[in-house]
């Protein structure tokens, strides 16, 4: 895995030297960071406990492309779009909460839920279009203390990890593991997984930038990412058999950074 994501981090900070030759573009690089909450087999979906227990943590490096270089004619286009390619990592540890998890608590049954925990841990290398559609470019960099609000549409490829465990013991046997991820799913001989791919995802997010000084910007955004795989918790009941878990794994990220421009 380390070769890959060594190769990926030269060809990403490689991106300004080339675009560089490009004296129409501007530059801009910068670090992301924070809470991420994921939407999975793990817990009860749109349950509030579910939703704050599931929370890991995200950090990134981003590049943006901007058209708006003093040489370049203004449009619509160069005056509100910018194009974001990002590089990031994150983690999150898994529990059941919700519904399910209390009856068992109040019939005091094996507690096989309660039991499984996971992690999924995420290396994301993507890109996604901000438009700006209240004000230009070129009017937000030449005033400091203003406010760009956004909204951005992407894709990522994201290299997964996952770990499913029990506190009961081995998981695959009735004793440990709840009845429904002892059915075979999806090509797994069990609806758990512990296991390393690829997958791909949409993005749709909405932001703000605050422009501190003449040279960089603070900014802050939520995020949601829709992954085209059911795996990327560990966790994926028979869809046939459990109607309930028919959603993909997903996950909505609430991050900051700090943008510095690059001169050139």
Do not use: C
């Amino acid at each position: 895995m380390l070769k890959p994501i060594i190769i990926t981090l030269f060809a990403f900070f490689g991106i300004p030297t080339i675009a560089n030759a490009q004296s129409s573009l501007a530059q801009e690089v910068g670090i992301i960071f924070g809470p991420s909450t994921f939407q999975s087999d793990f817990g009860q979906r749109n349950n509030f406990d579910t939703n704050i227990g599931n929370t890991g943590f995200g950090i990134g490096i981003v590049h943006f492309i901007n058209f708006s270089a003093n040489n370049n004619r203004e449009s619509f286009f160069t005056e509100h779009f910018k194009v974001r390619s990002e590089l990031s990592f994150n983690q999150t540890k898994l529990e059941h909460f919700g519904e399910w998890v209390d009856i068992e608590k109040k019939k005091n049954l094996v507690q096989h839920l309660r039991g499984m925990h996971g992690t999924s841990t995420l290396v994301n290398l993507g890109a996604q279009l901000e438009f700006s559609p209240f004000m230009k470019i070129h009017d937000f960099e030449n005033t400091i203390g203003s406010f760009s609000p956004y909204i951005s549409l992407g894709f990522q490829v994201s290299y997964y990890r996952t770990k499913v465990e029990s506190r009961l013991g081995a998981l695959g046997l009735p004793l440990t593991t709840y009845p429904k991820y002892l059915t075979p799913s999806d090509g797994r001989q069990f609806g758990f997984s512990n296991e390393n791919g690829l997958v791909i995802s949409g993005t749709v997010g909405a932001g703000v930038h605050y422009k501190l000084t003449t040279m960089s910007d603070l900014m802050f955004e939520i995020r949601y990412q829709g992954y085209a795989s059911d795996w990327v918790d560990g966790l994926n009941p028979n869809k046939d058999i459990y109607k309930e878990n028919k959603s993909n794994d997903s996950q909505v990220w609430f991050n900051a950074g700090y943008i510095y421009y690059l001169e050139f």
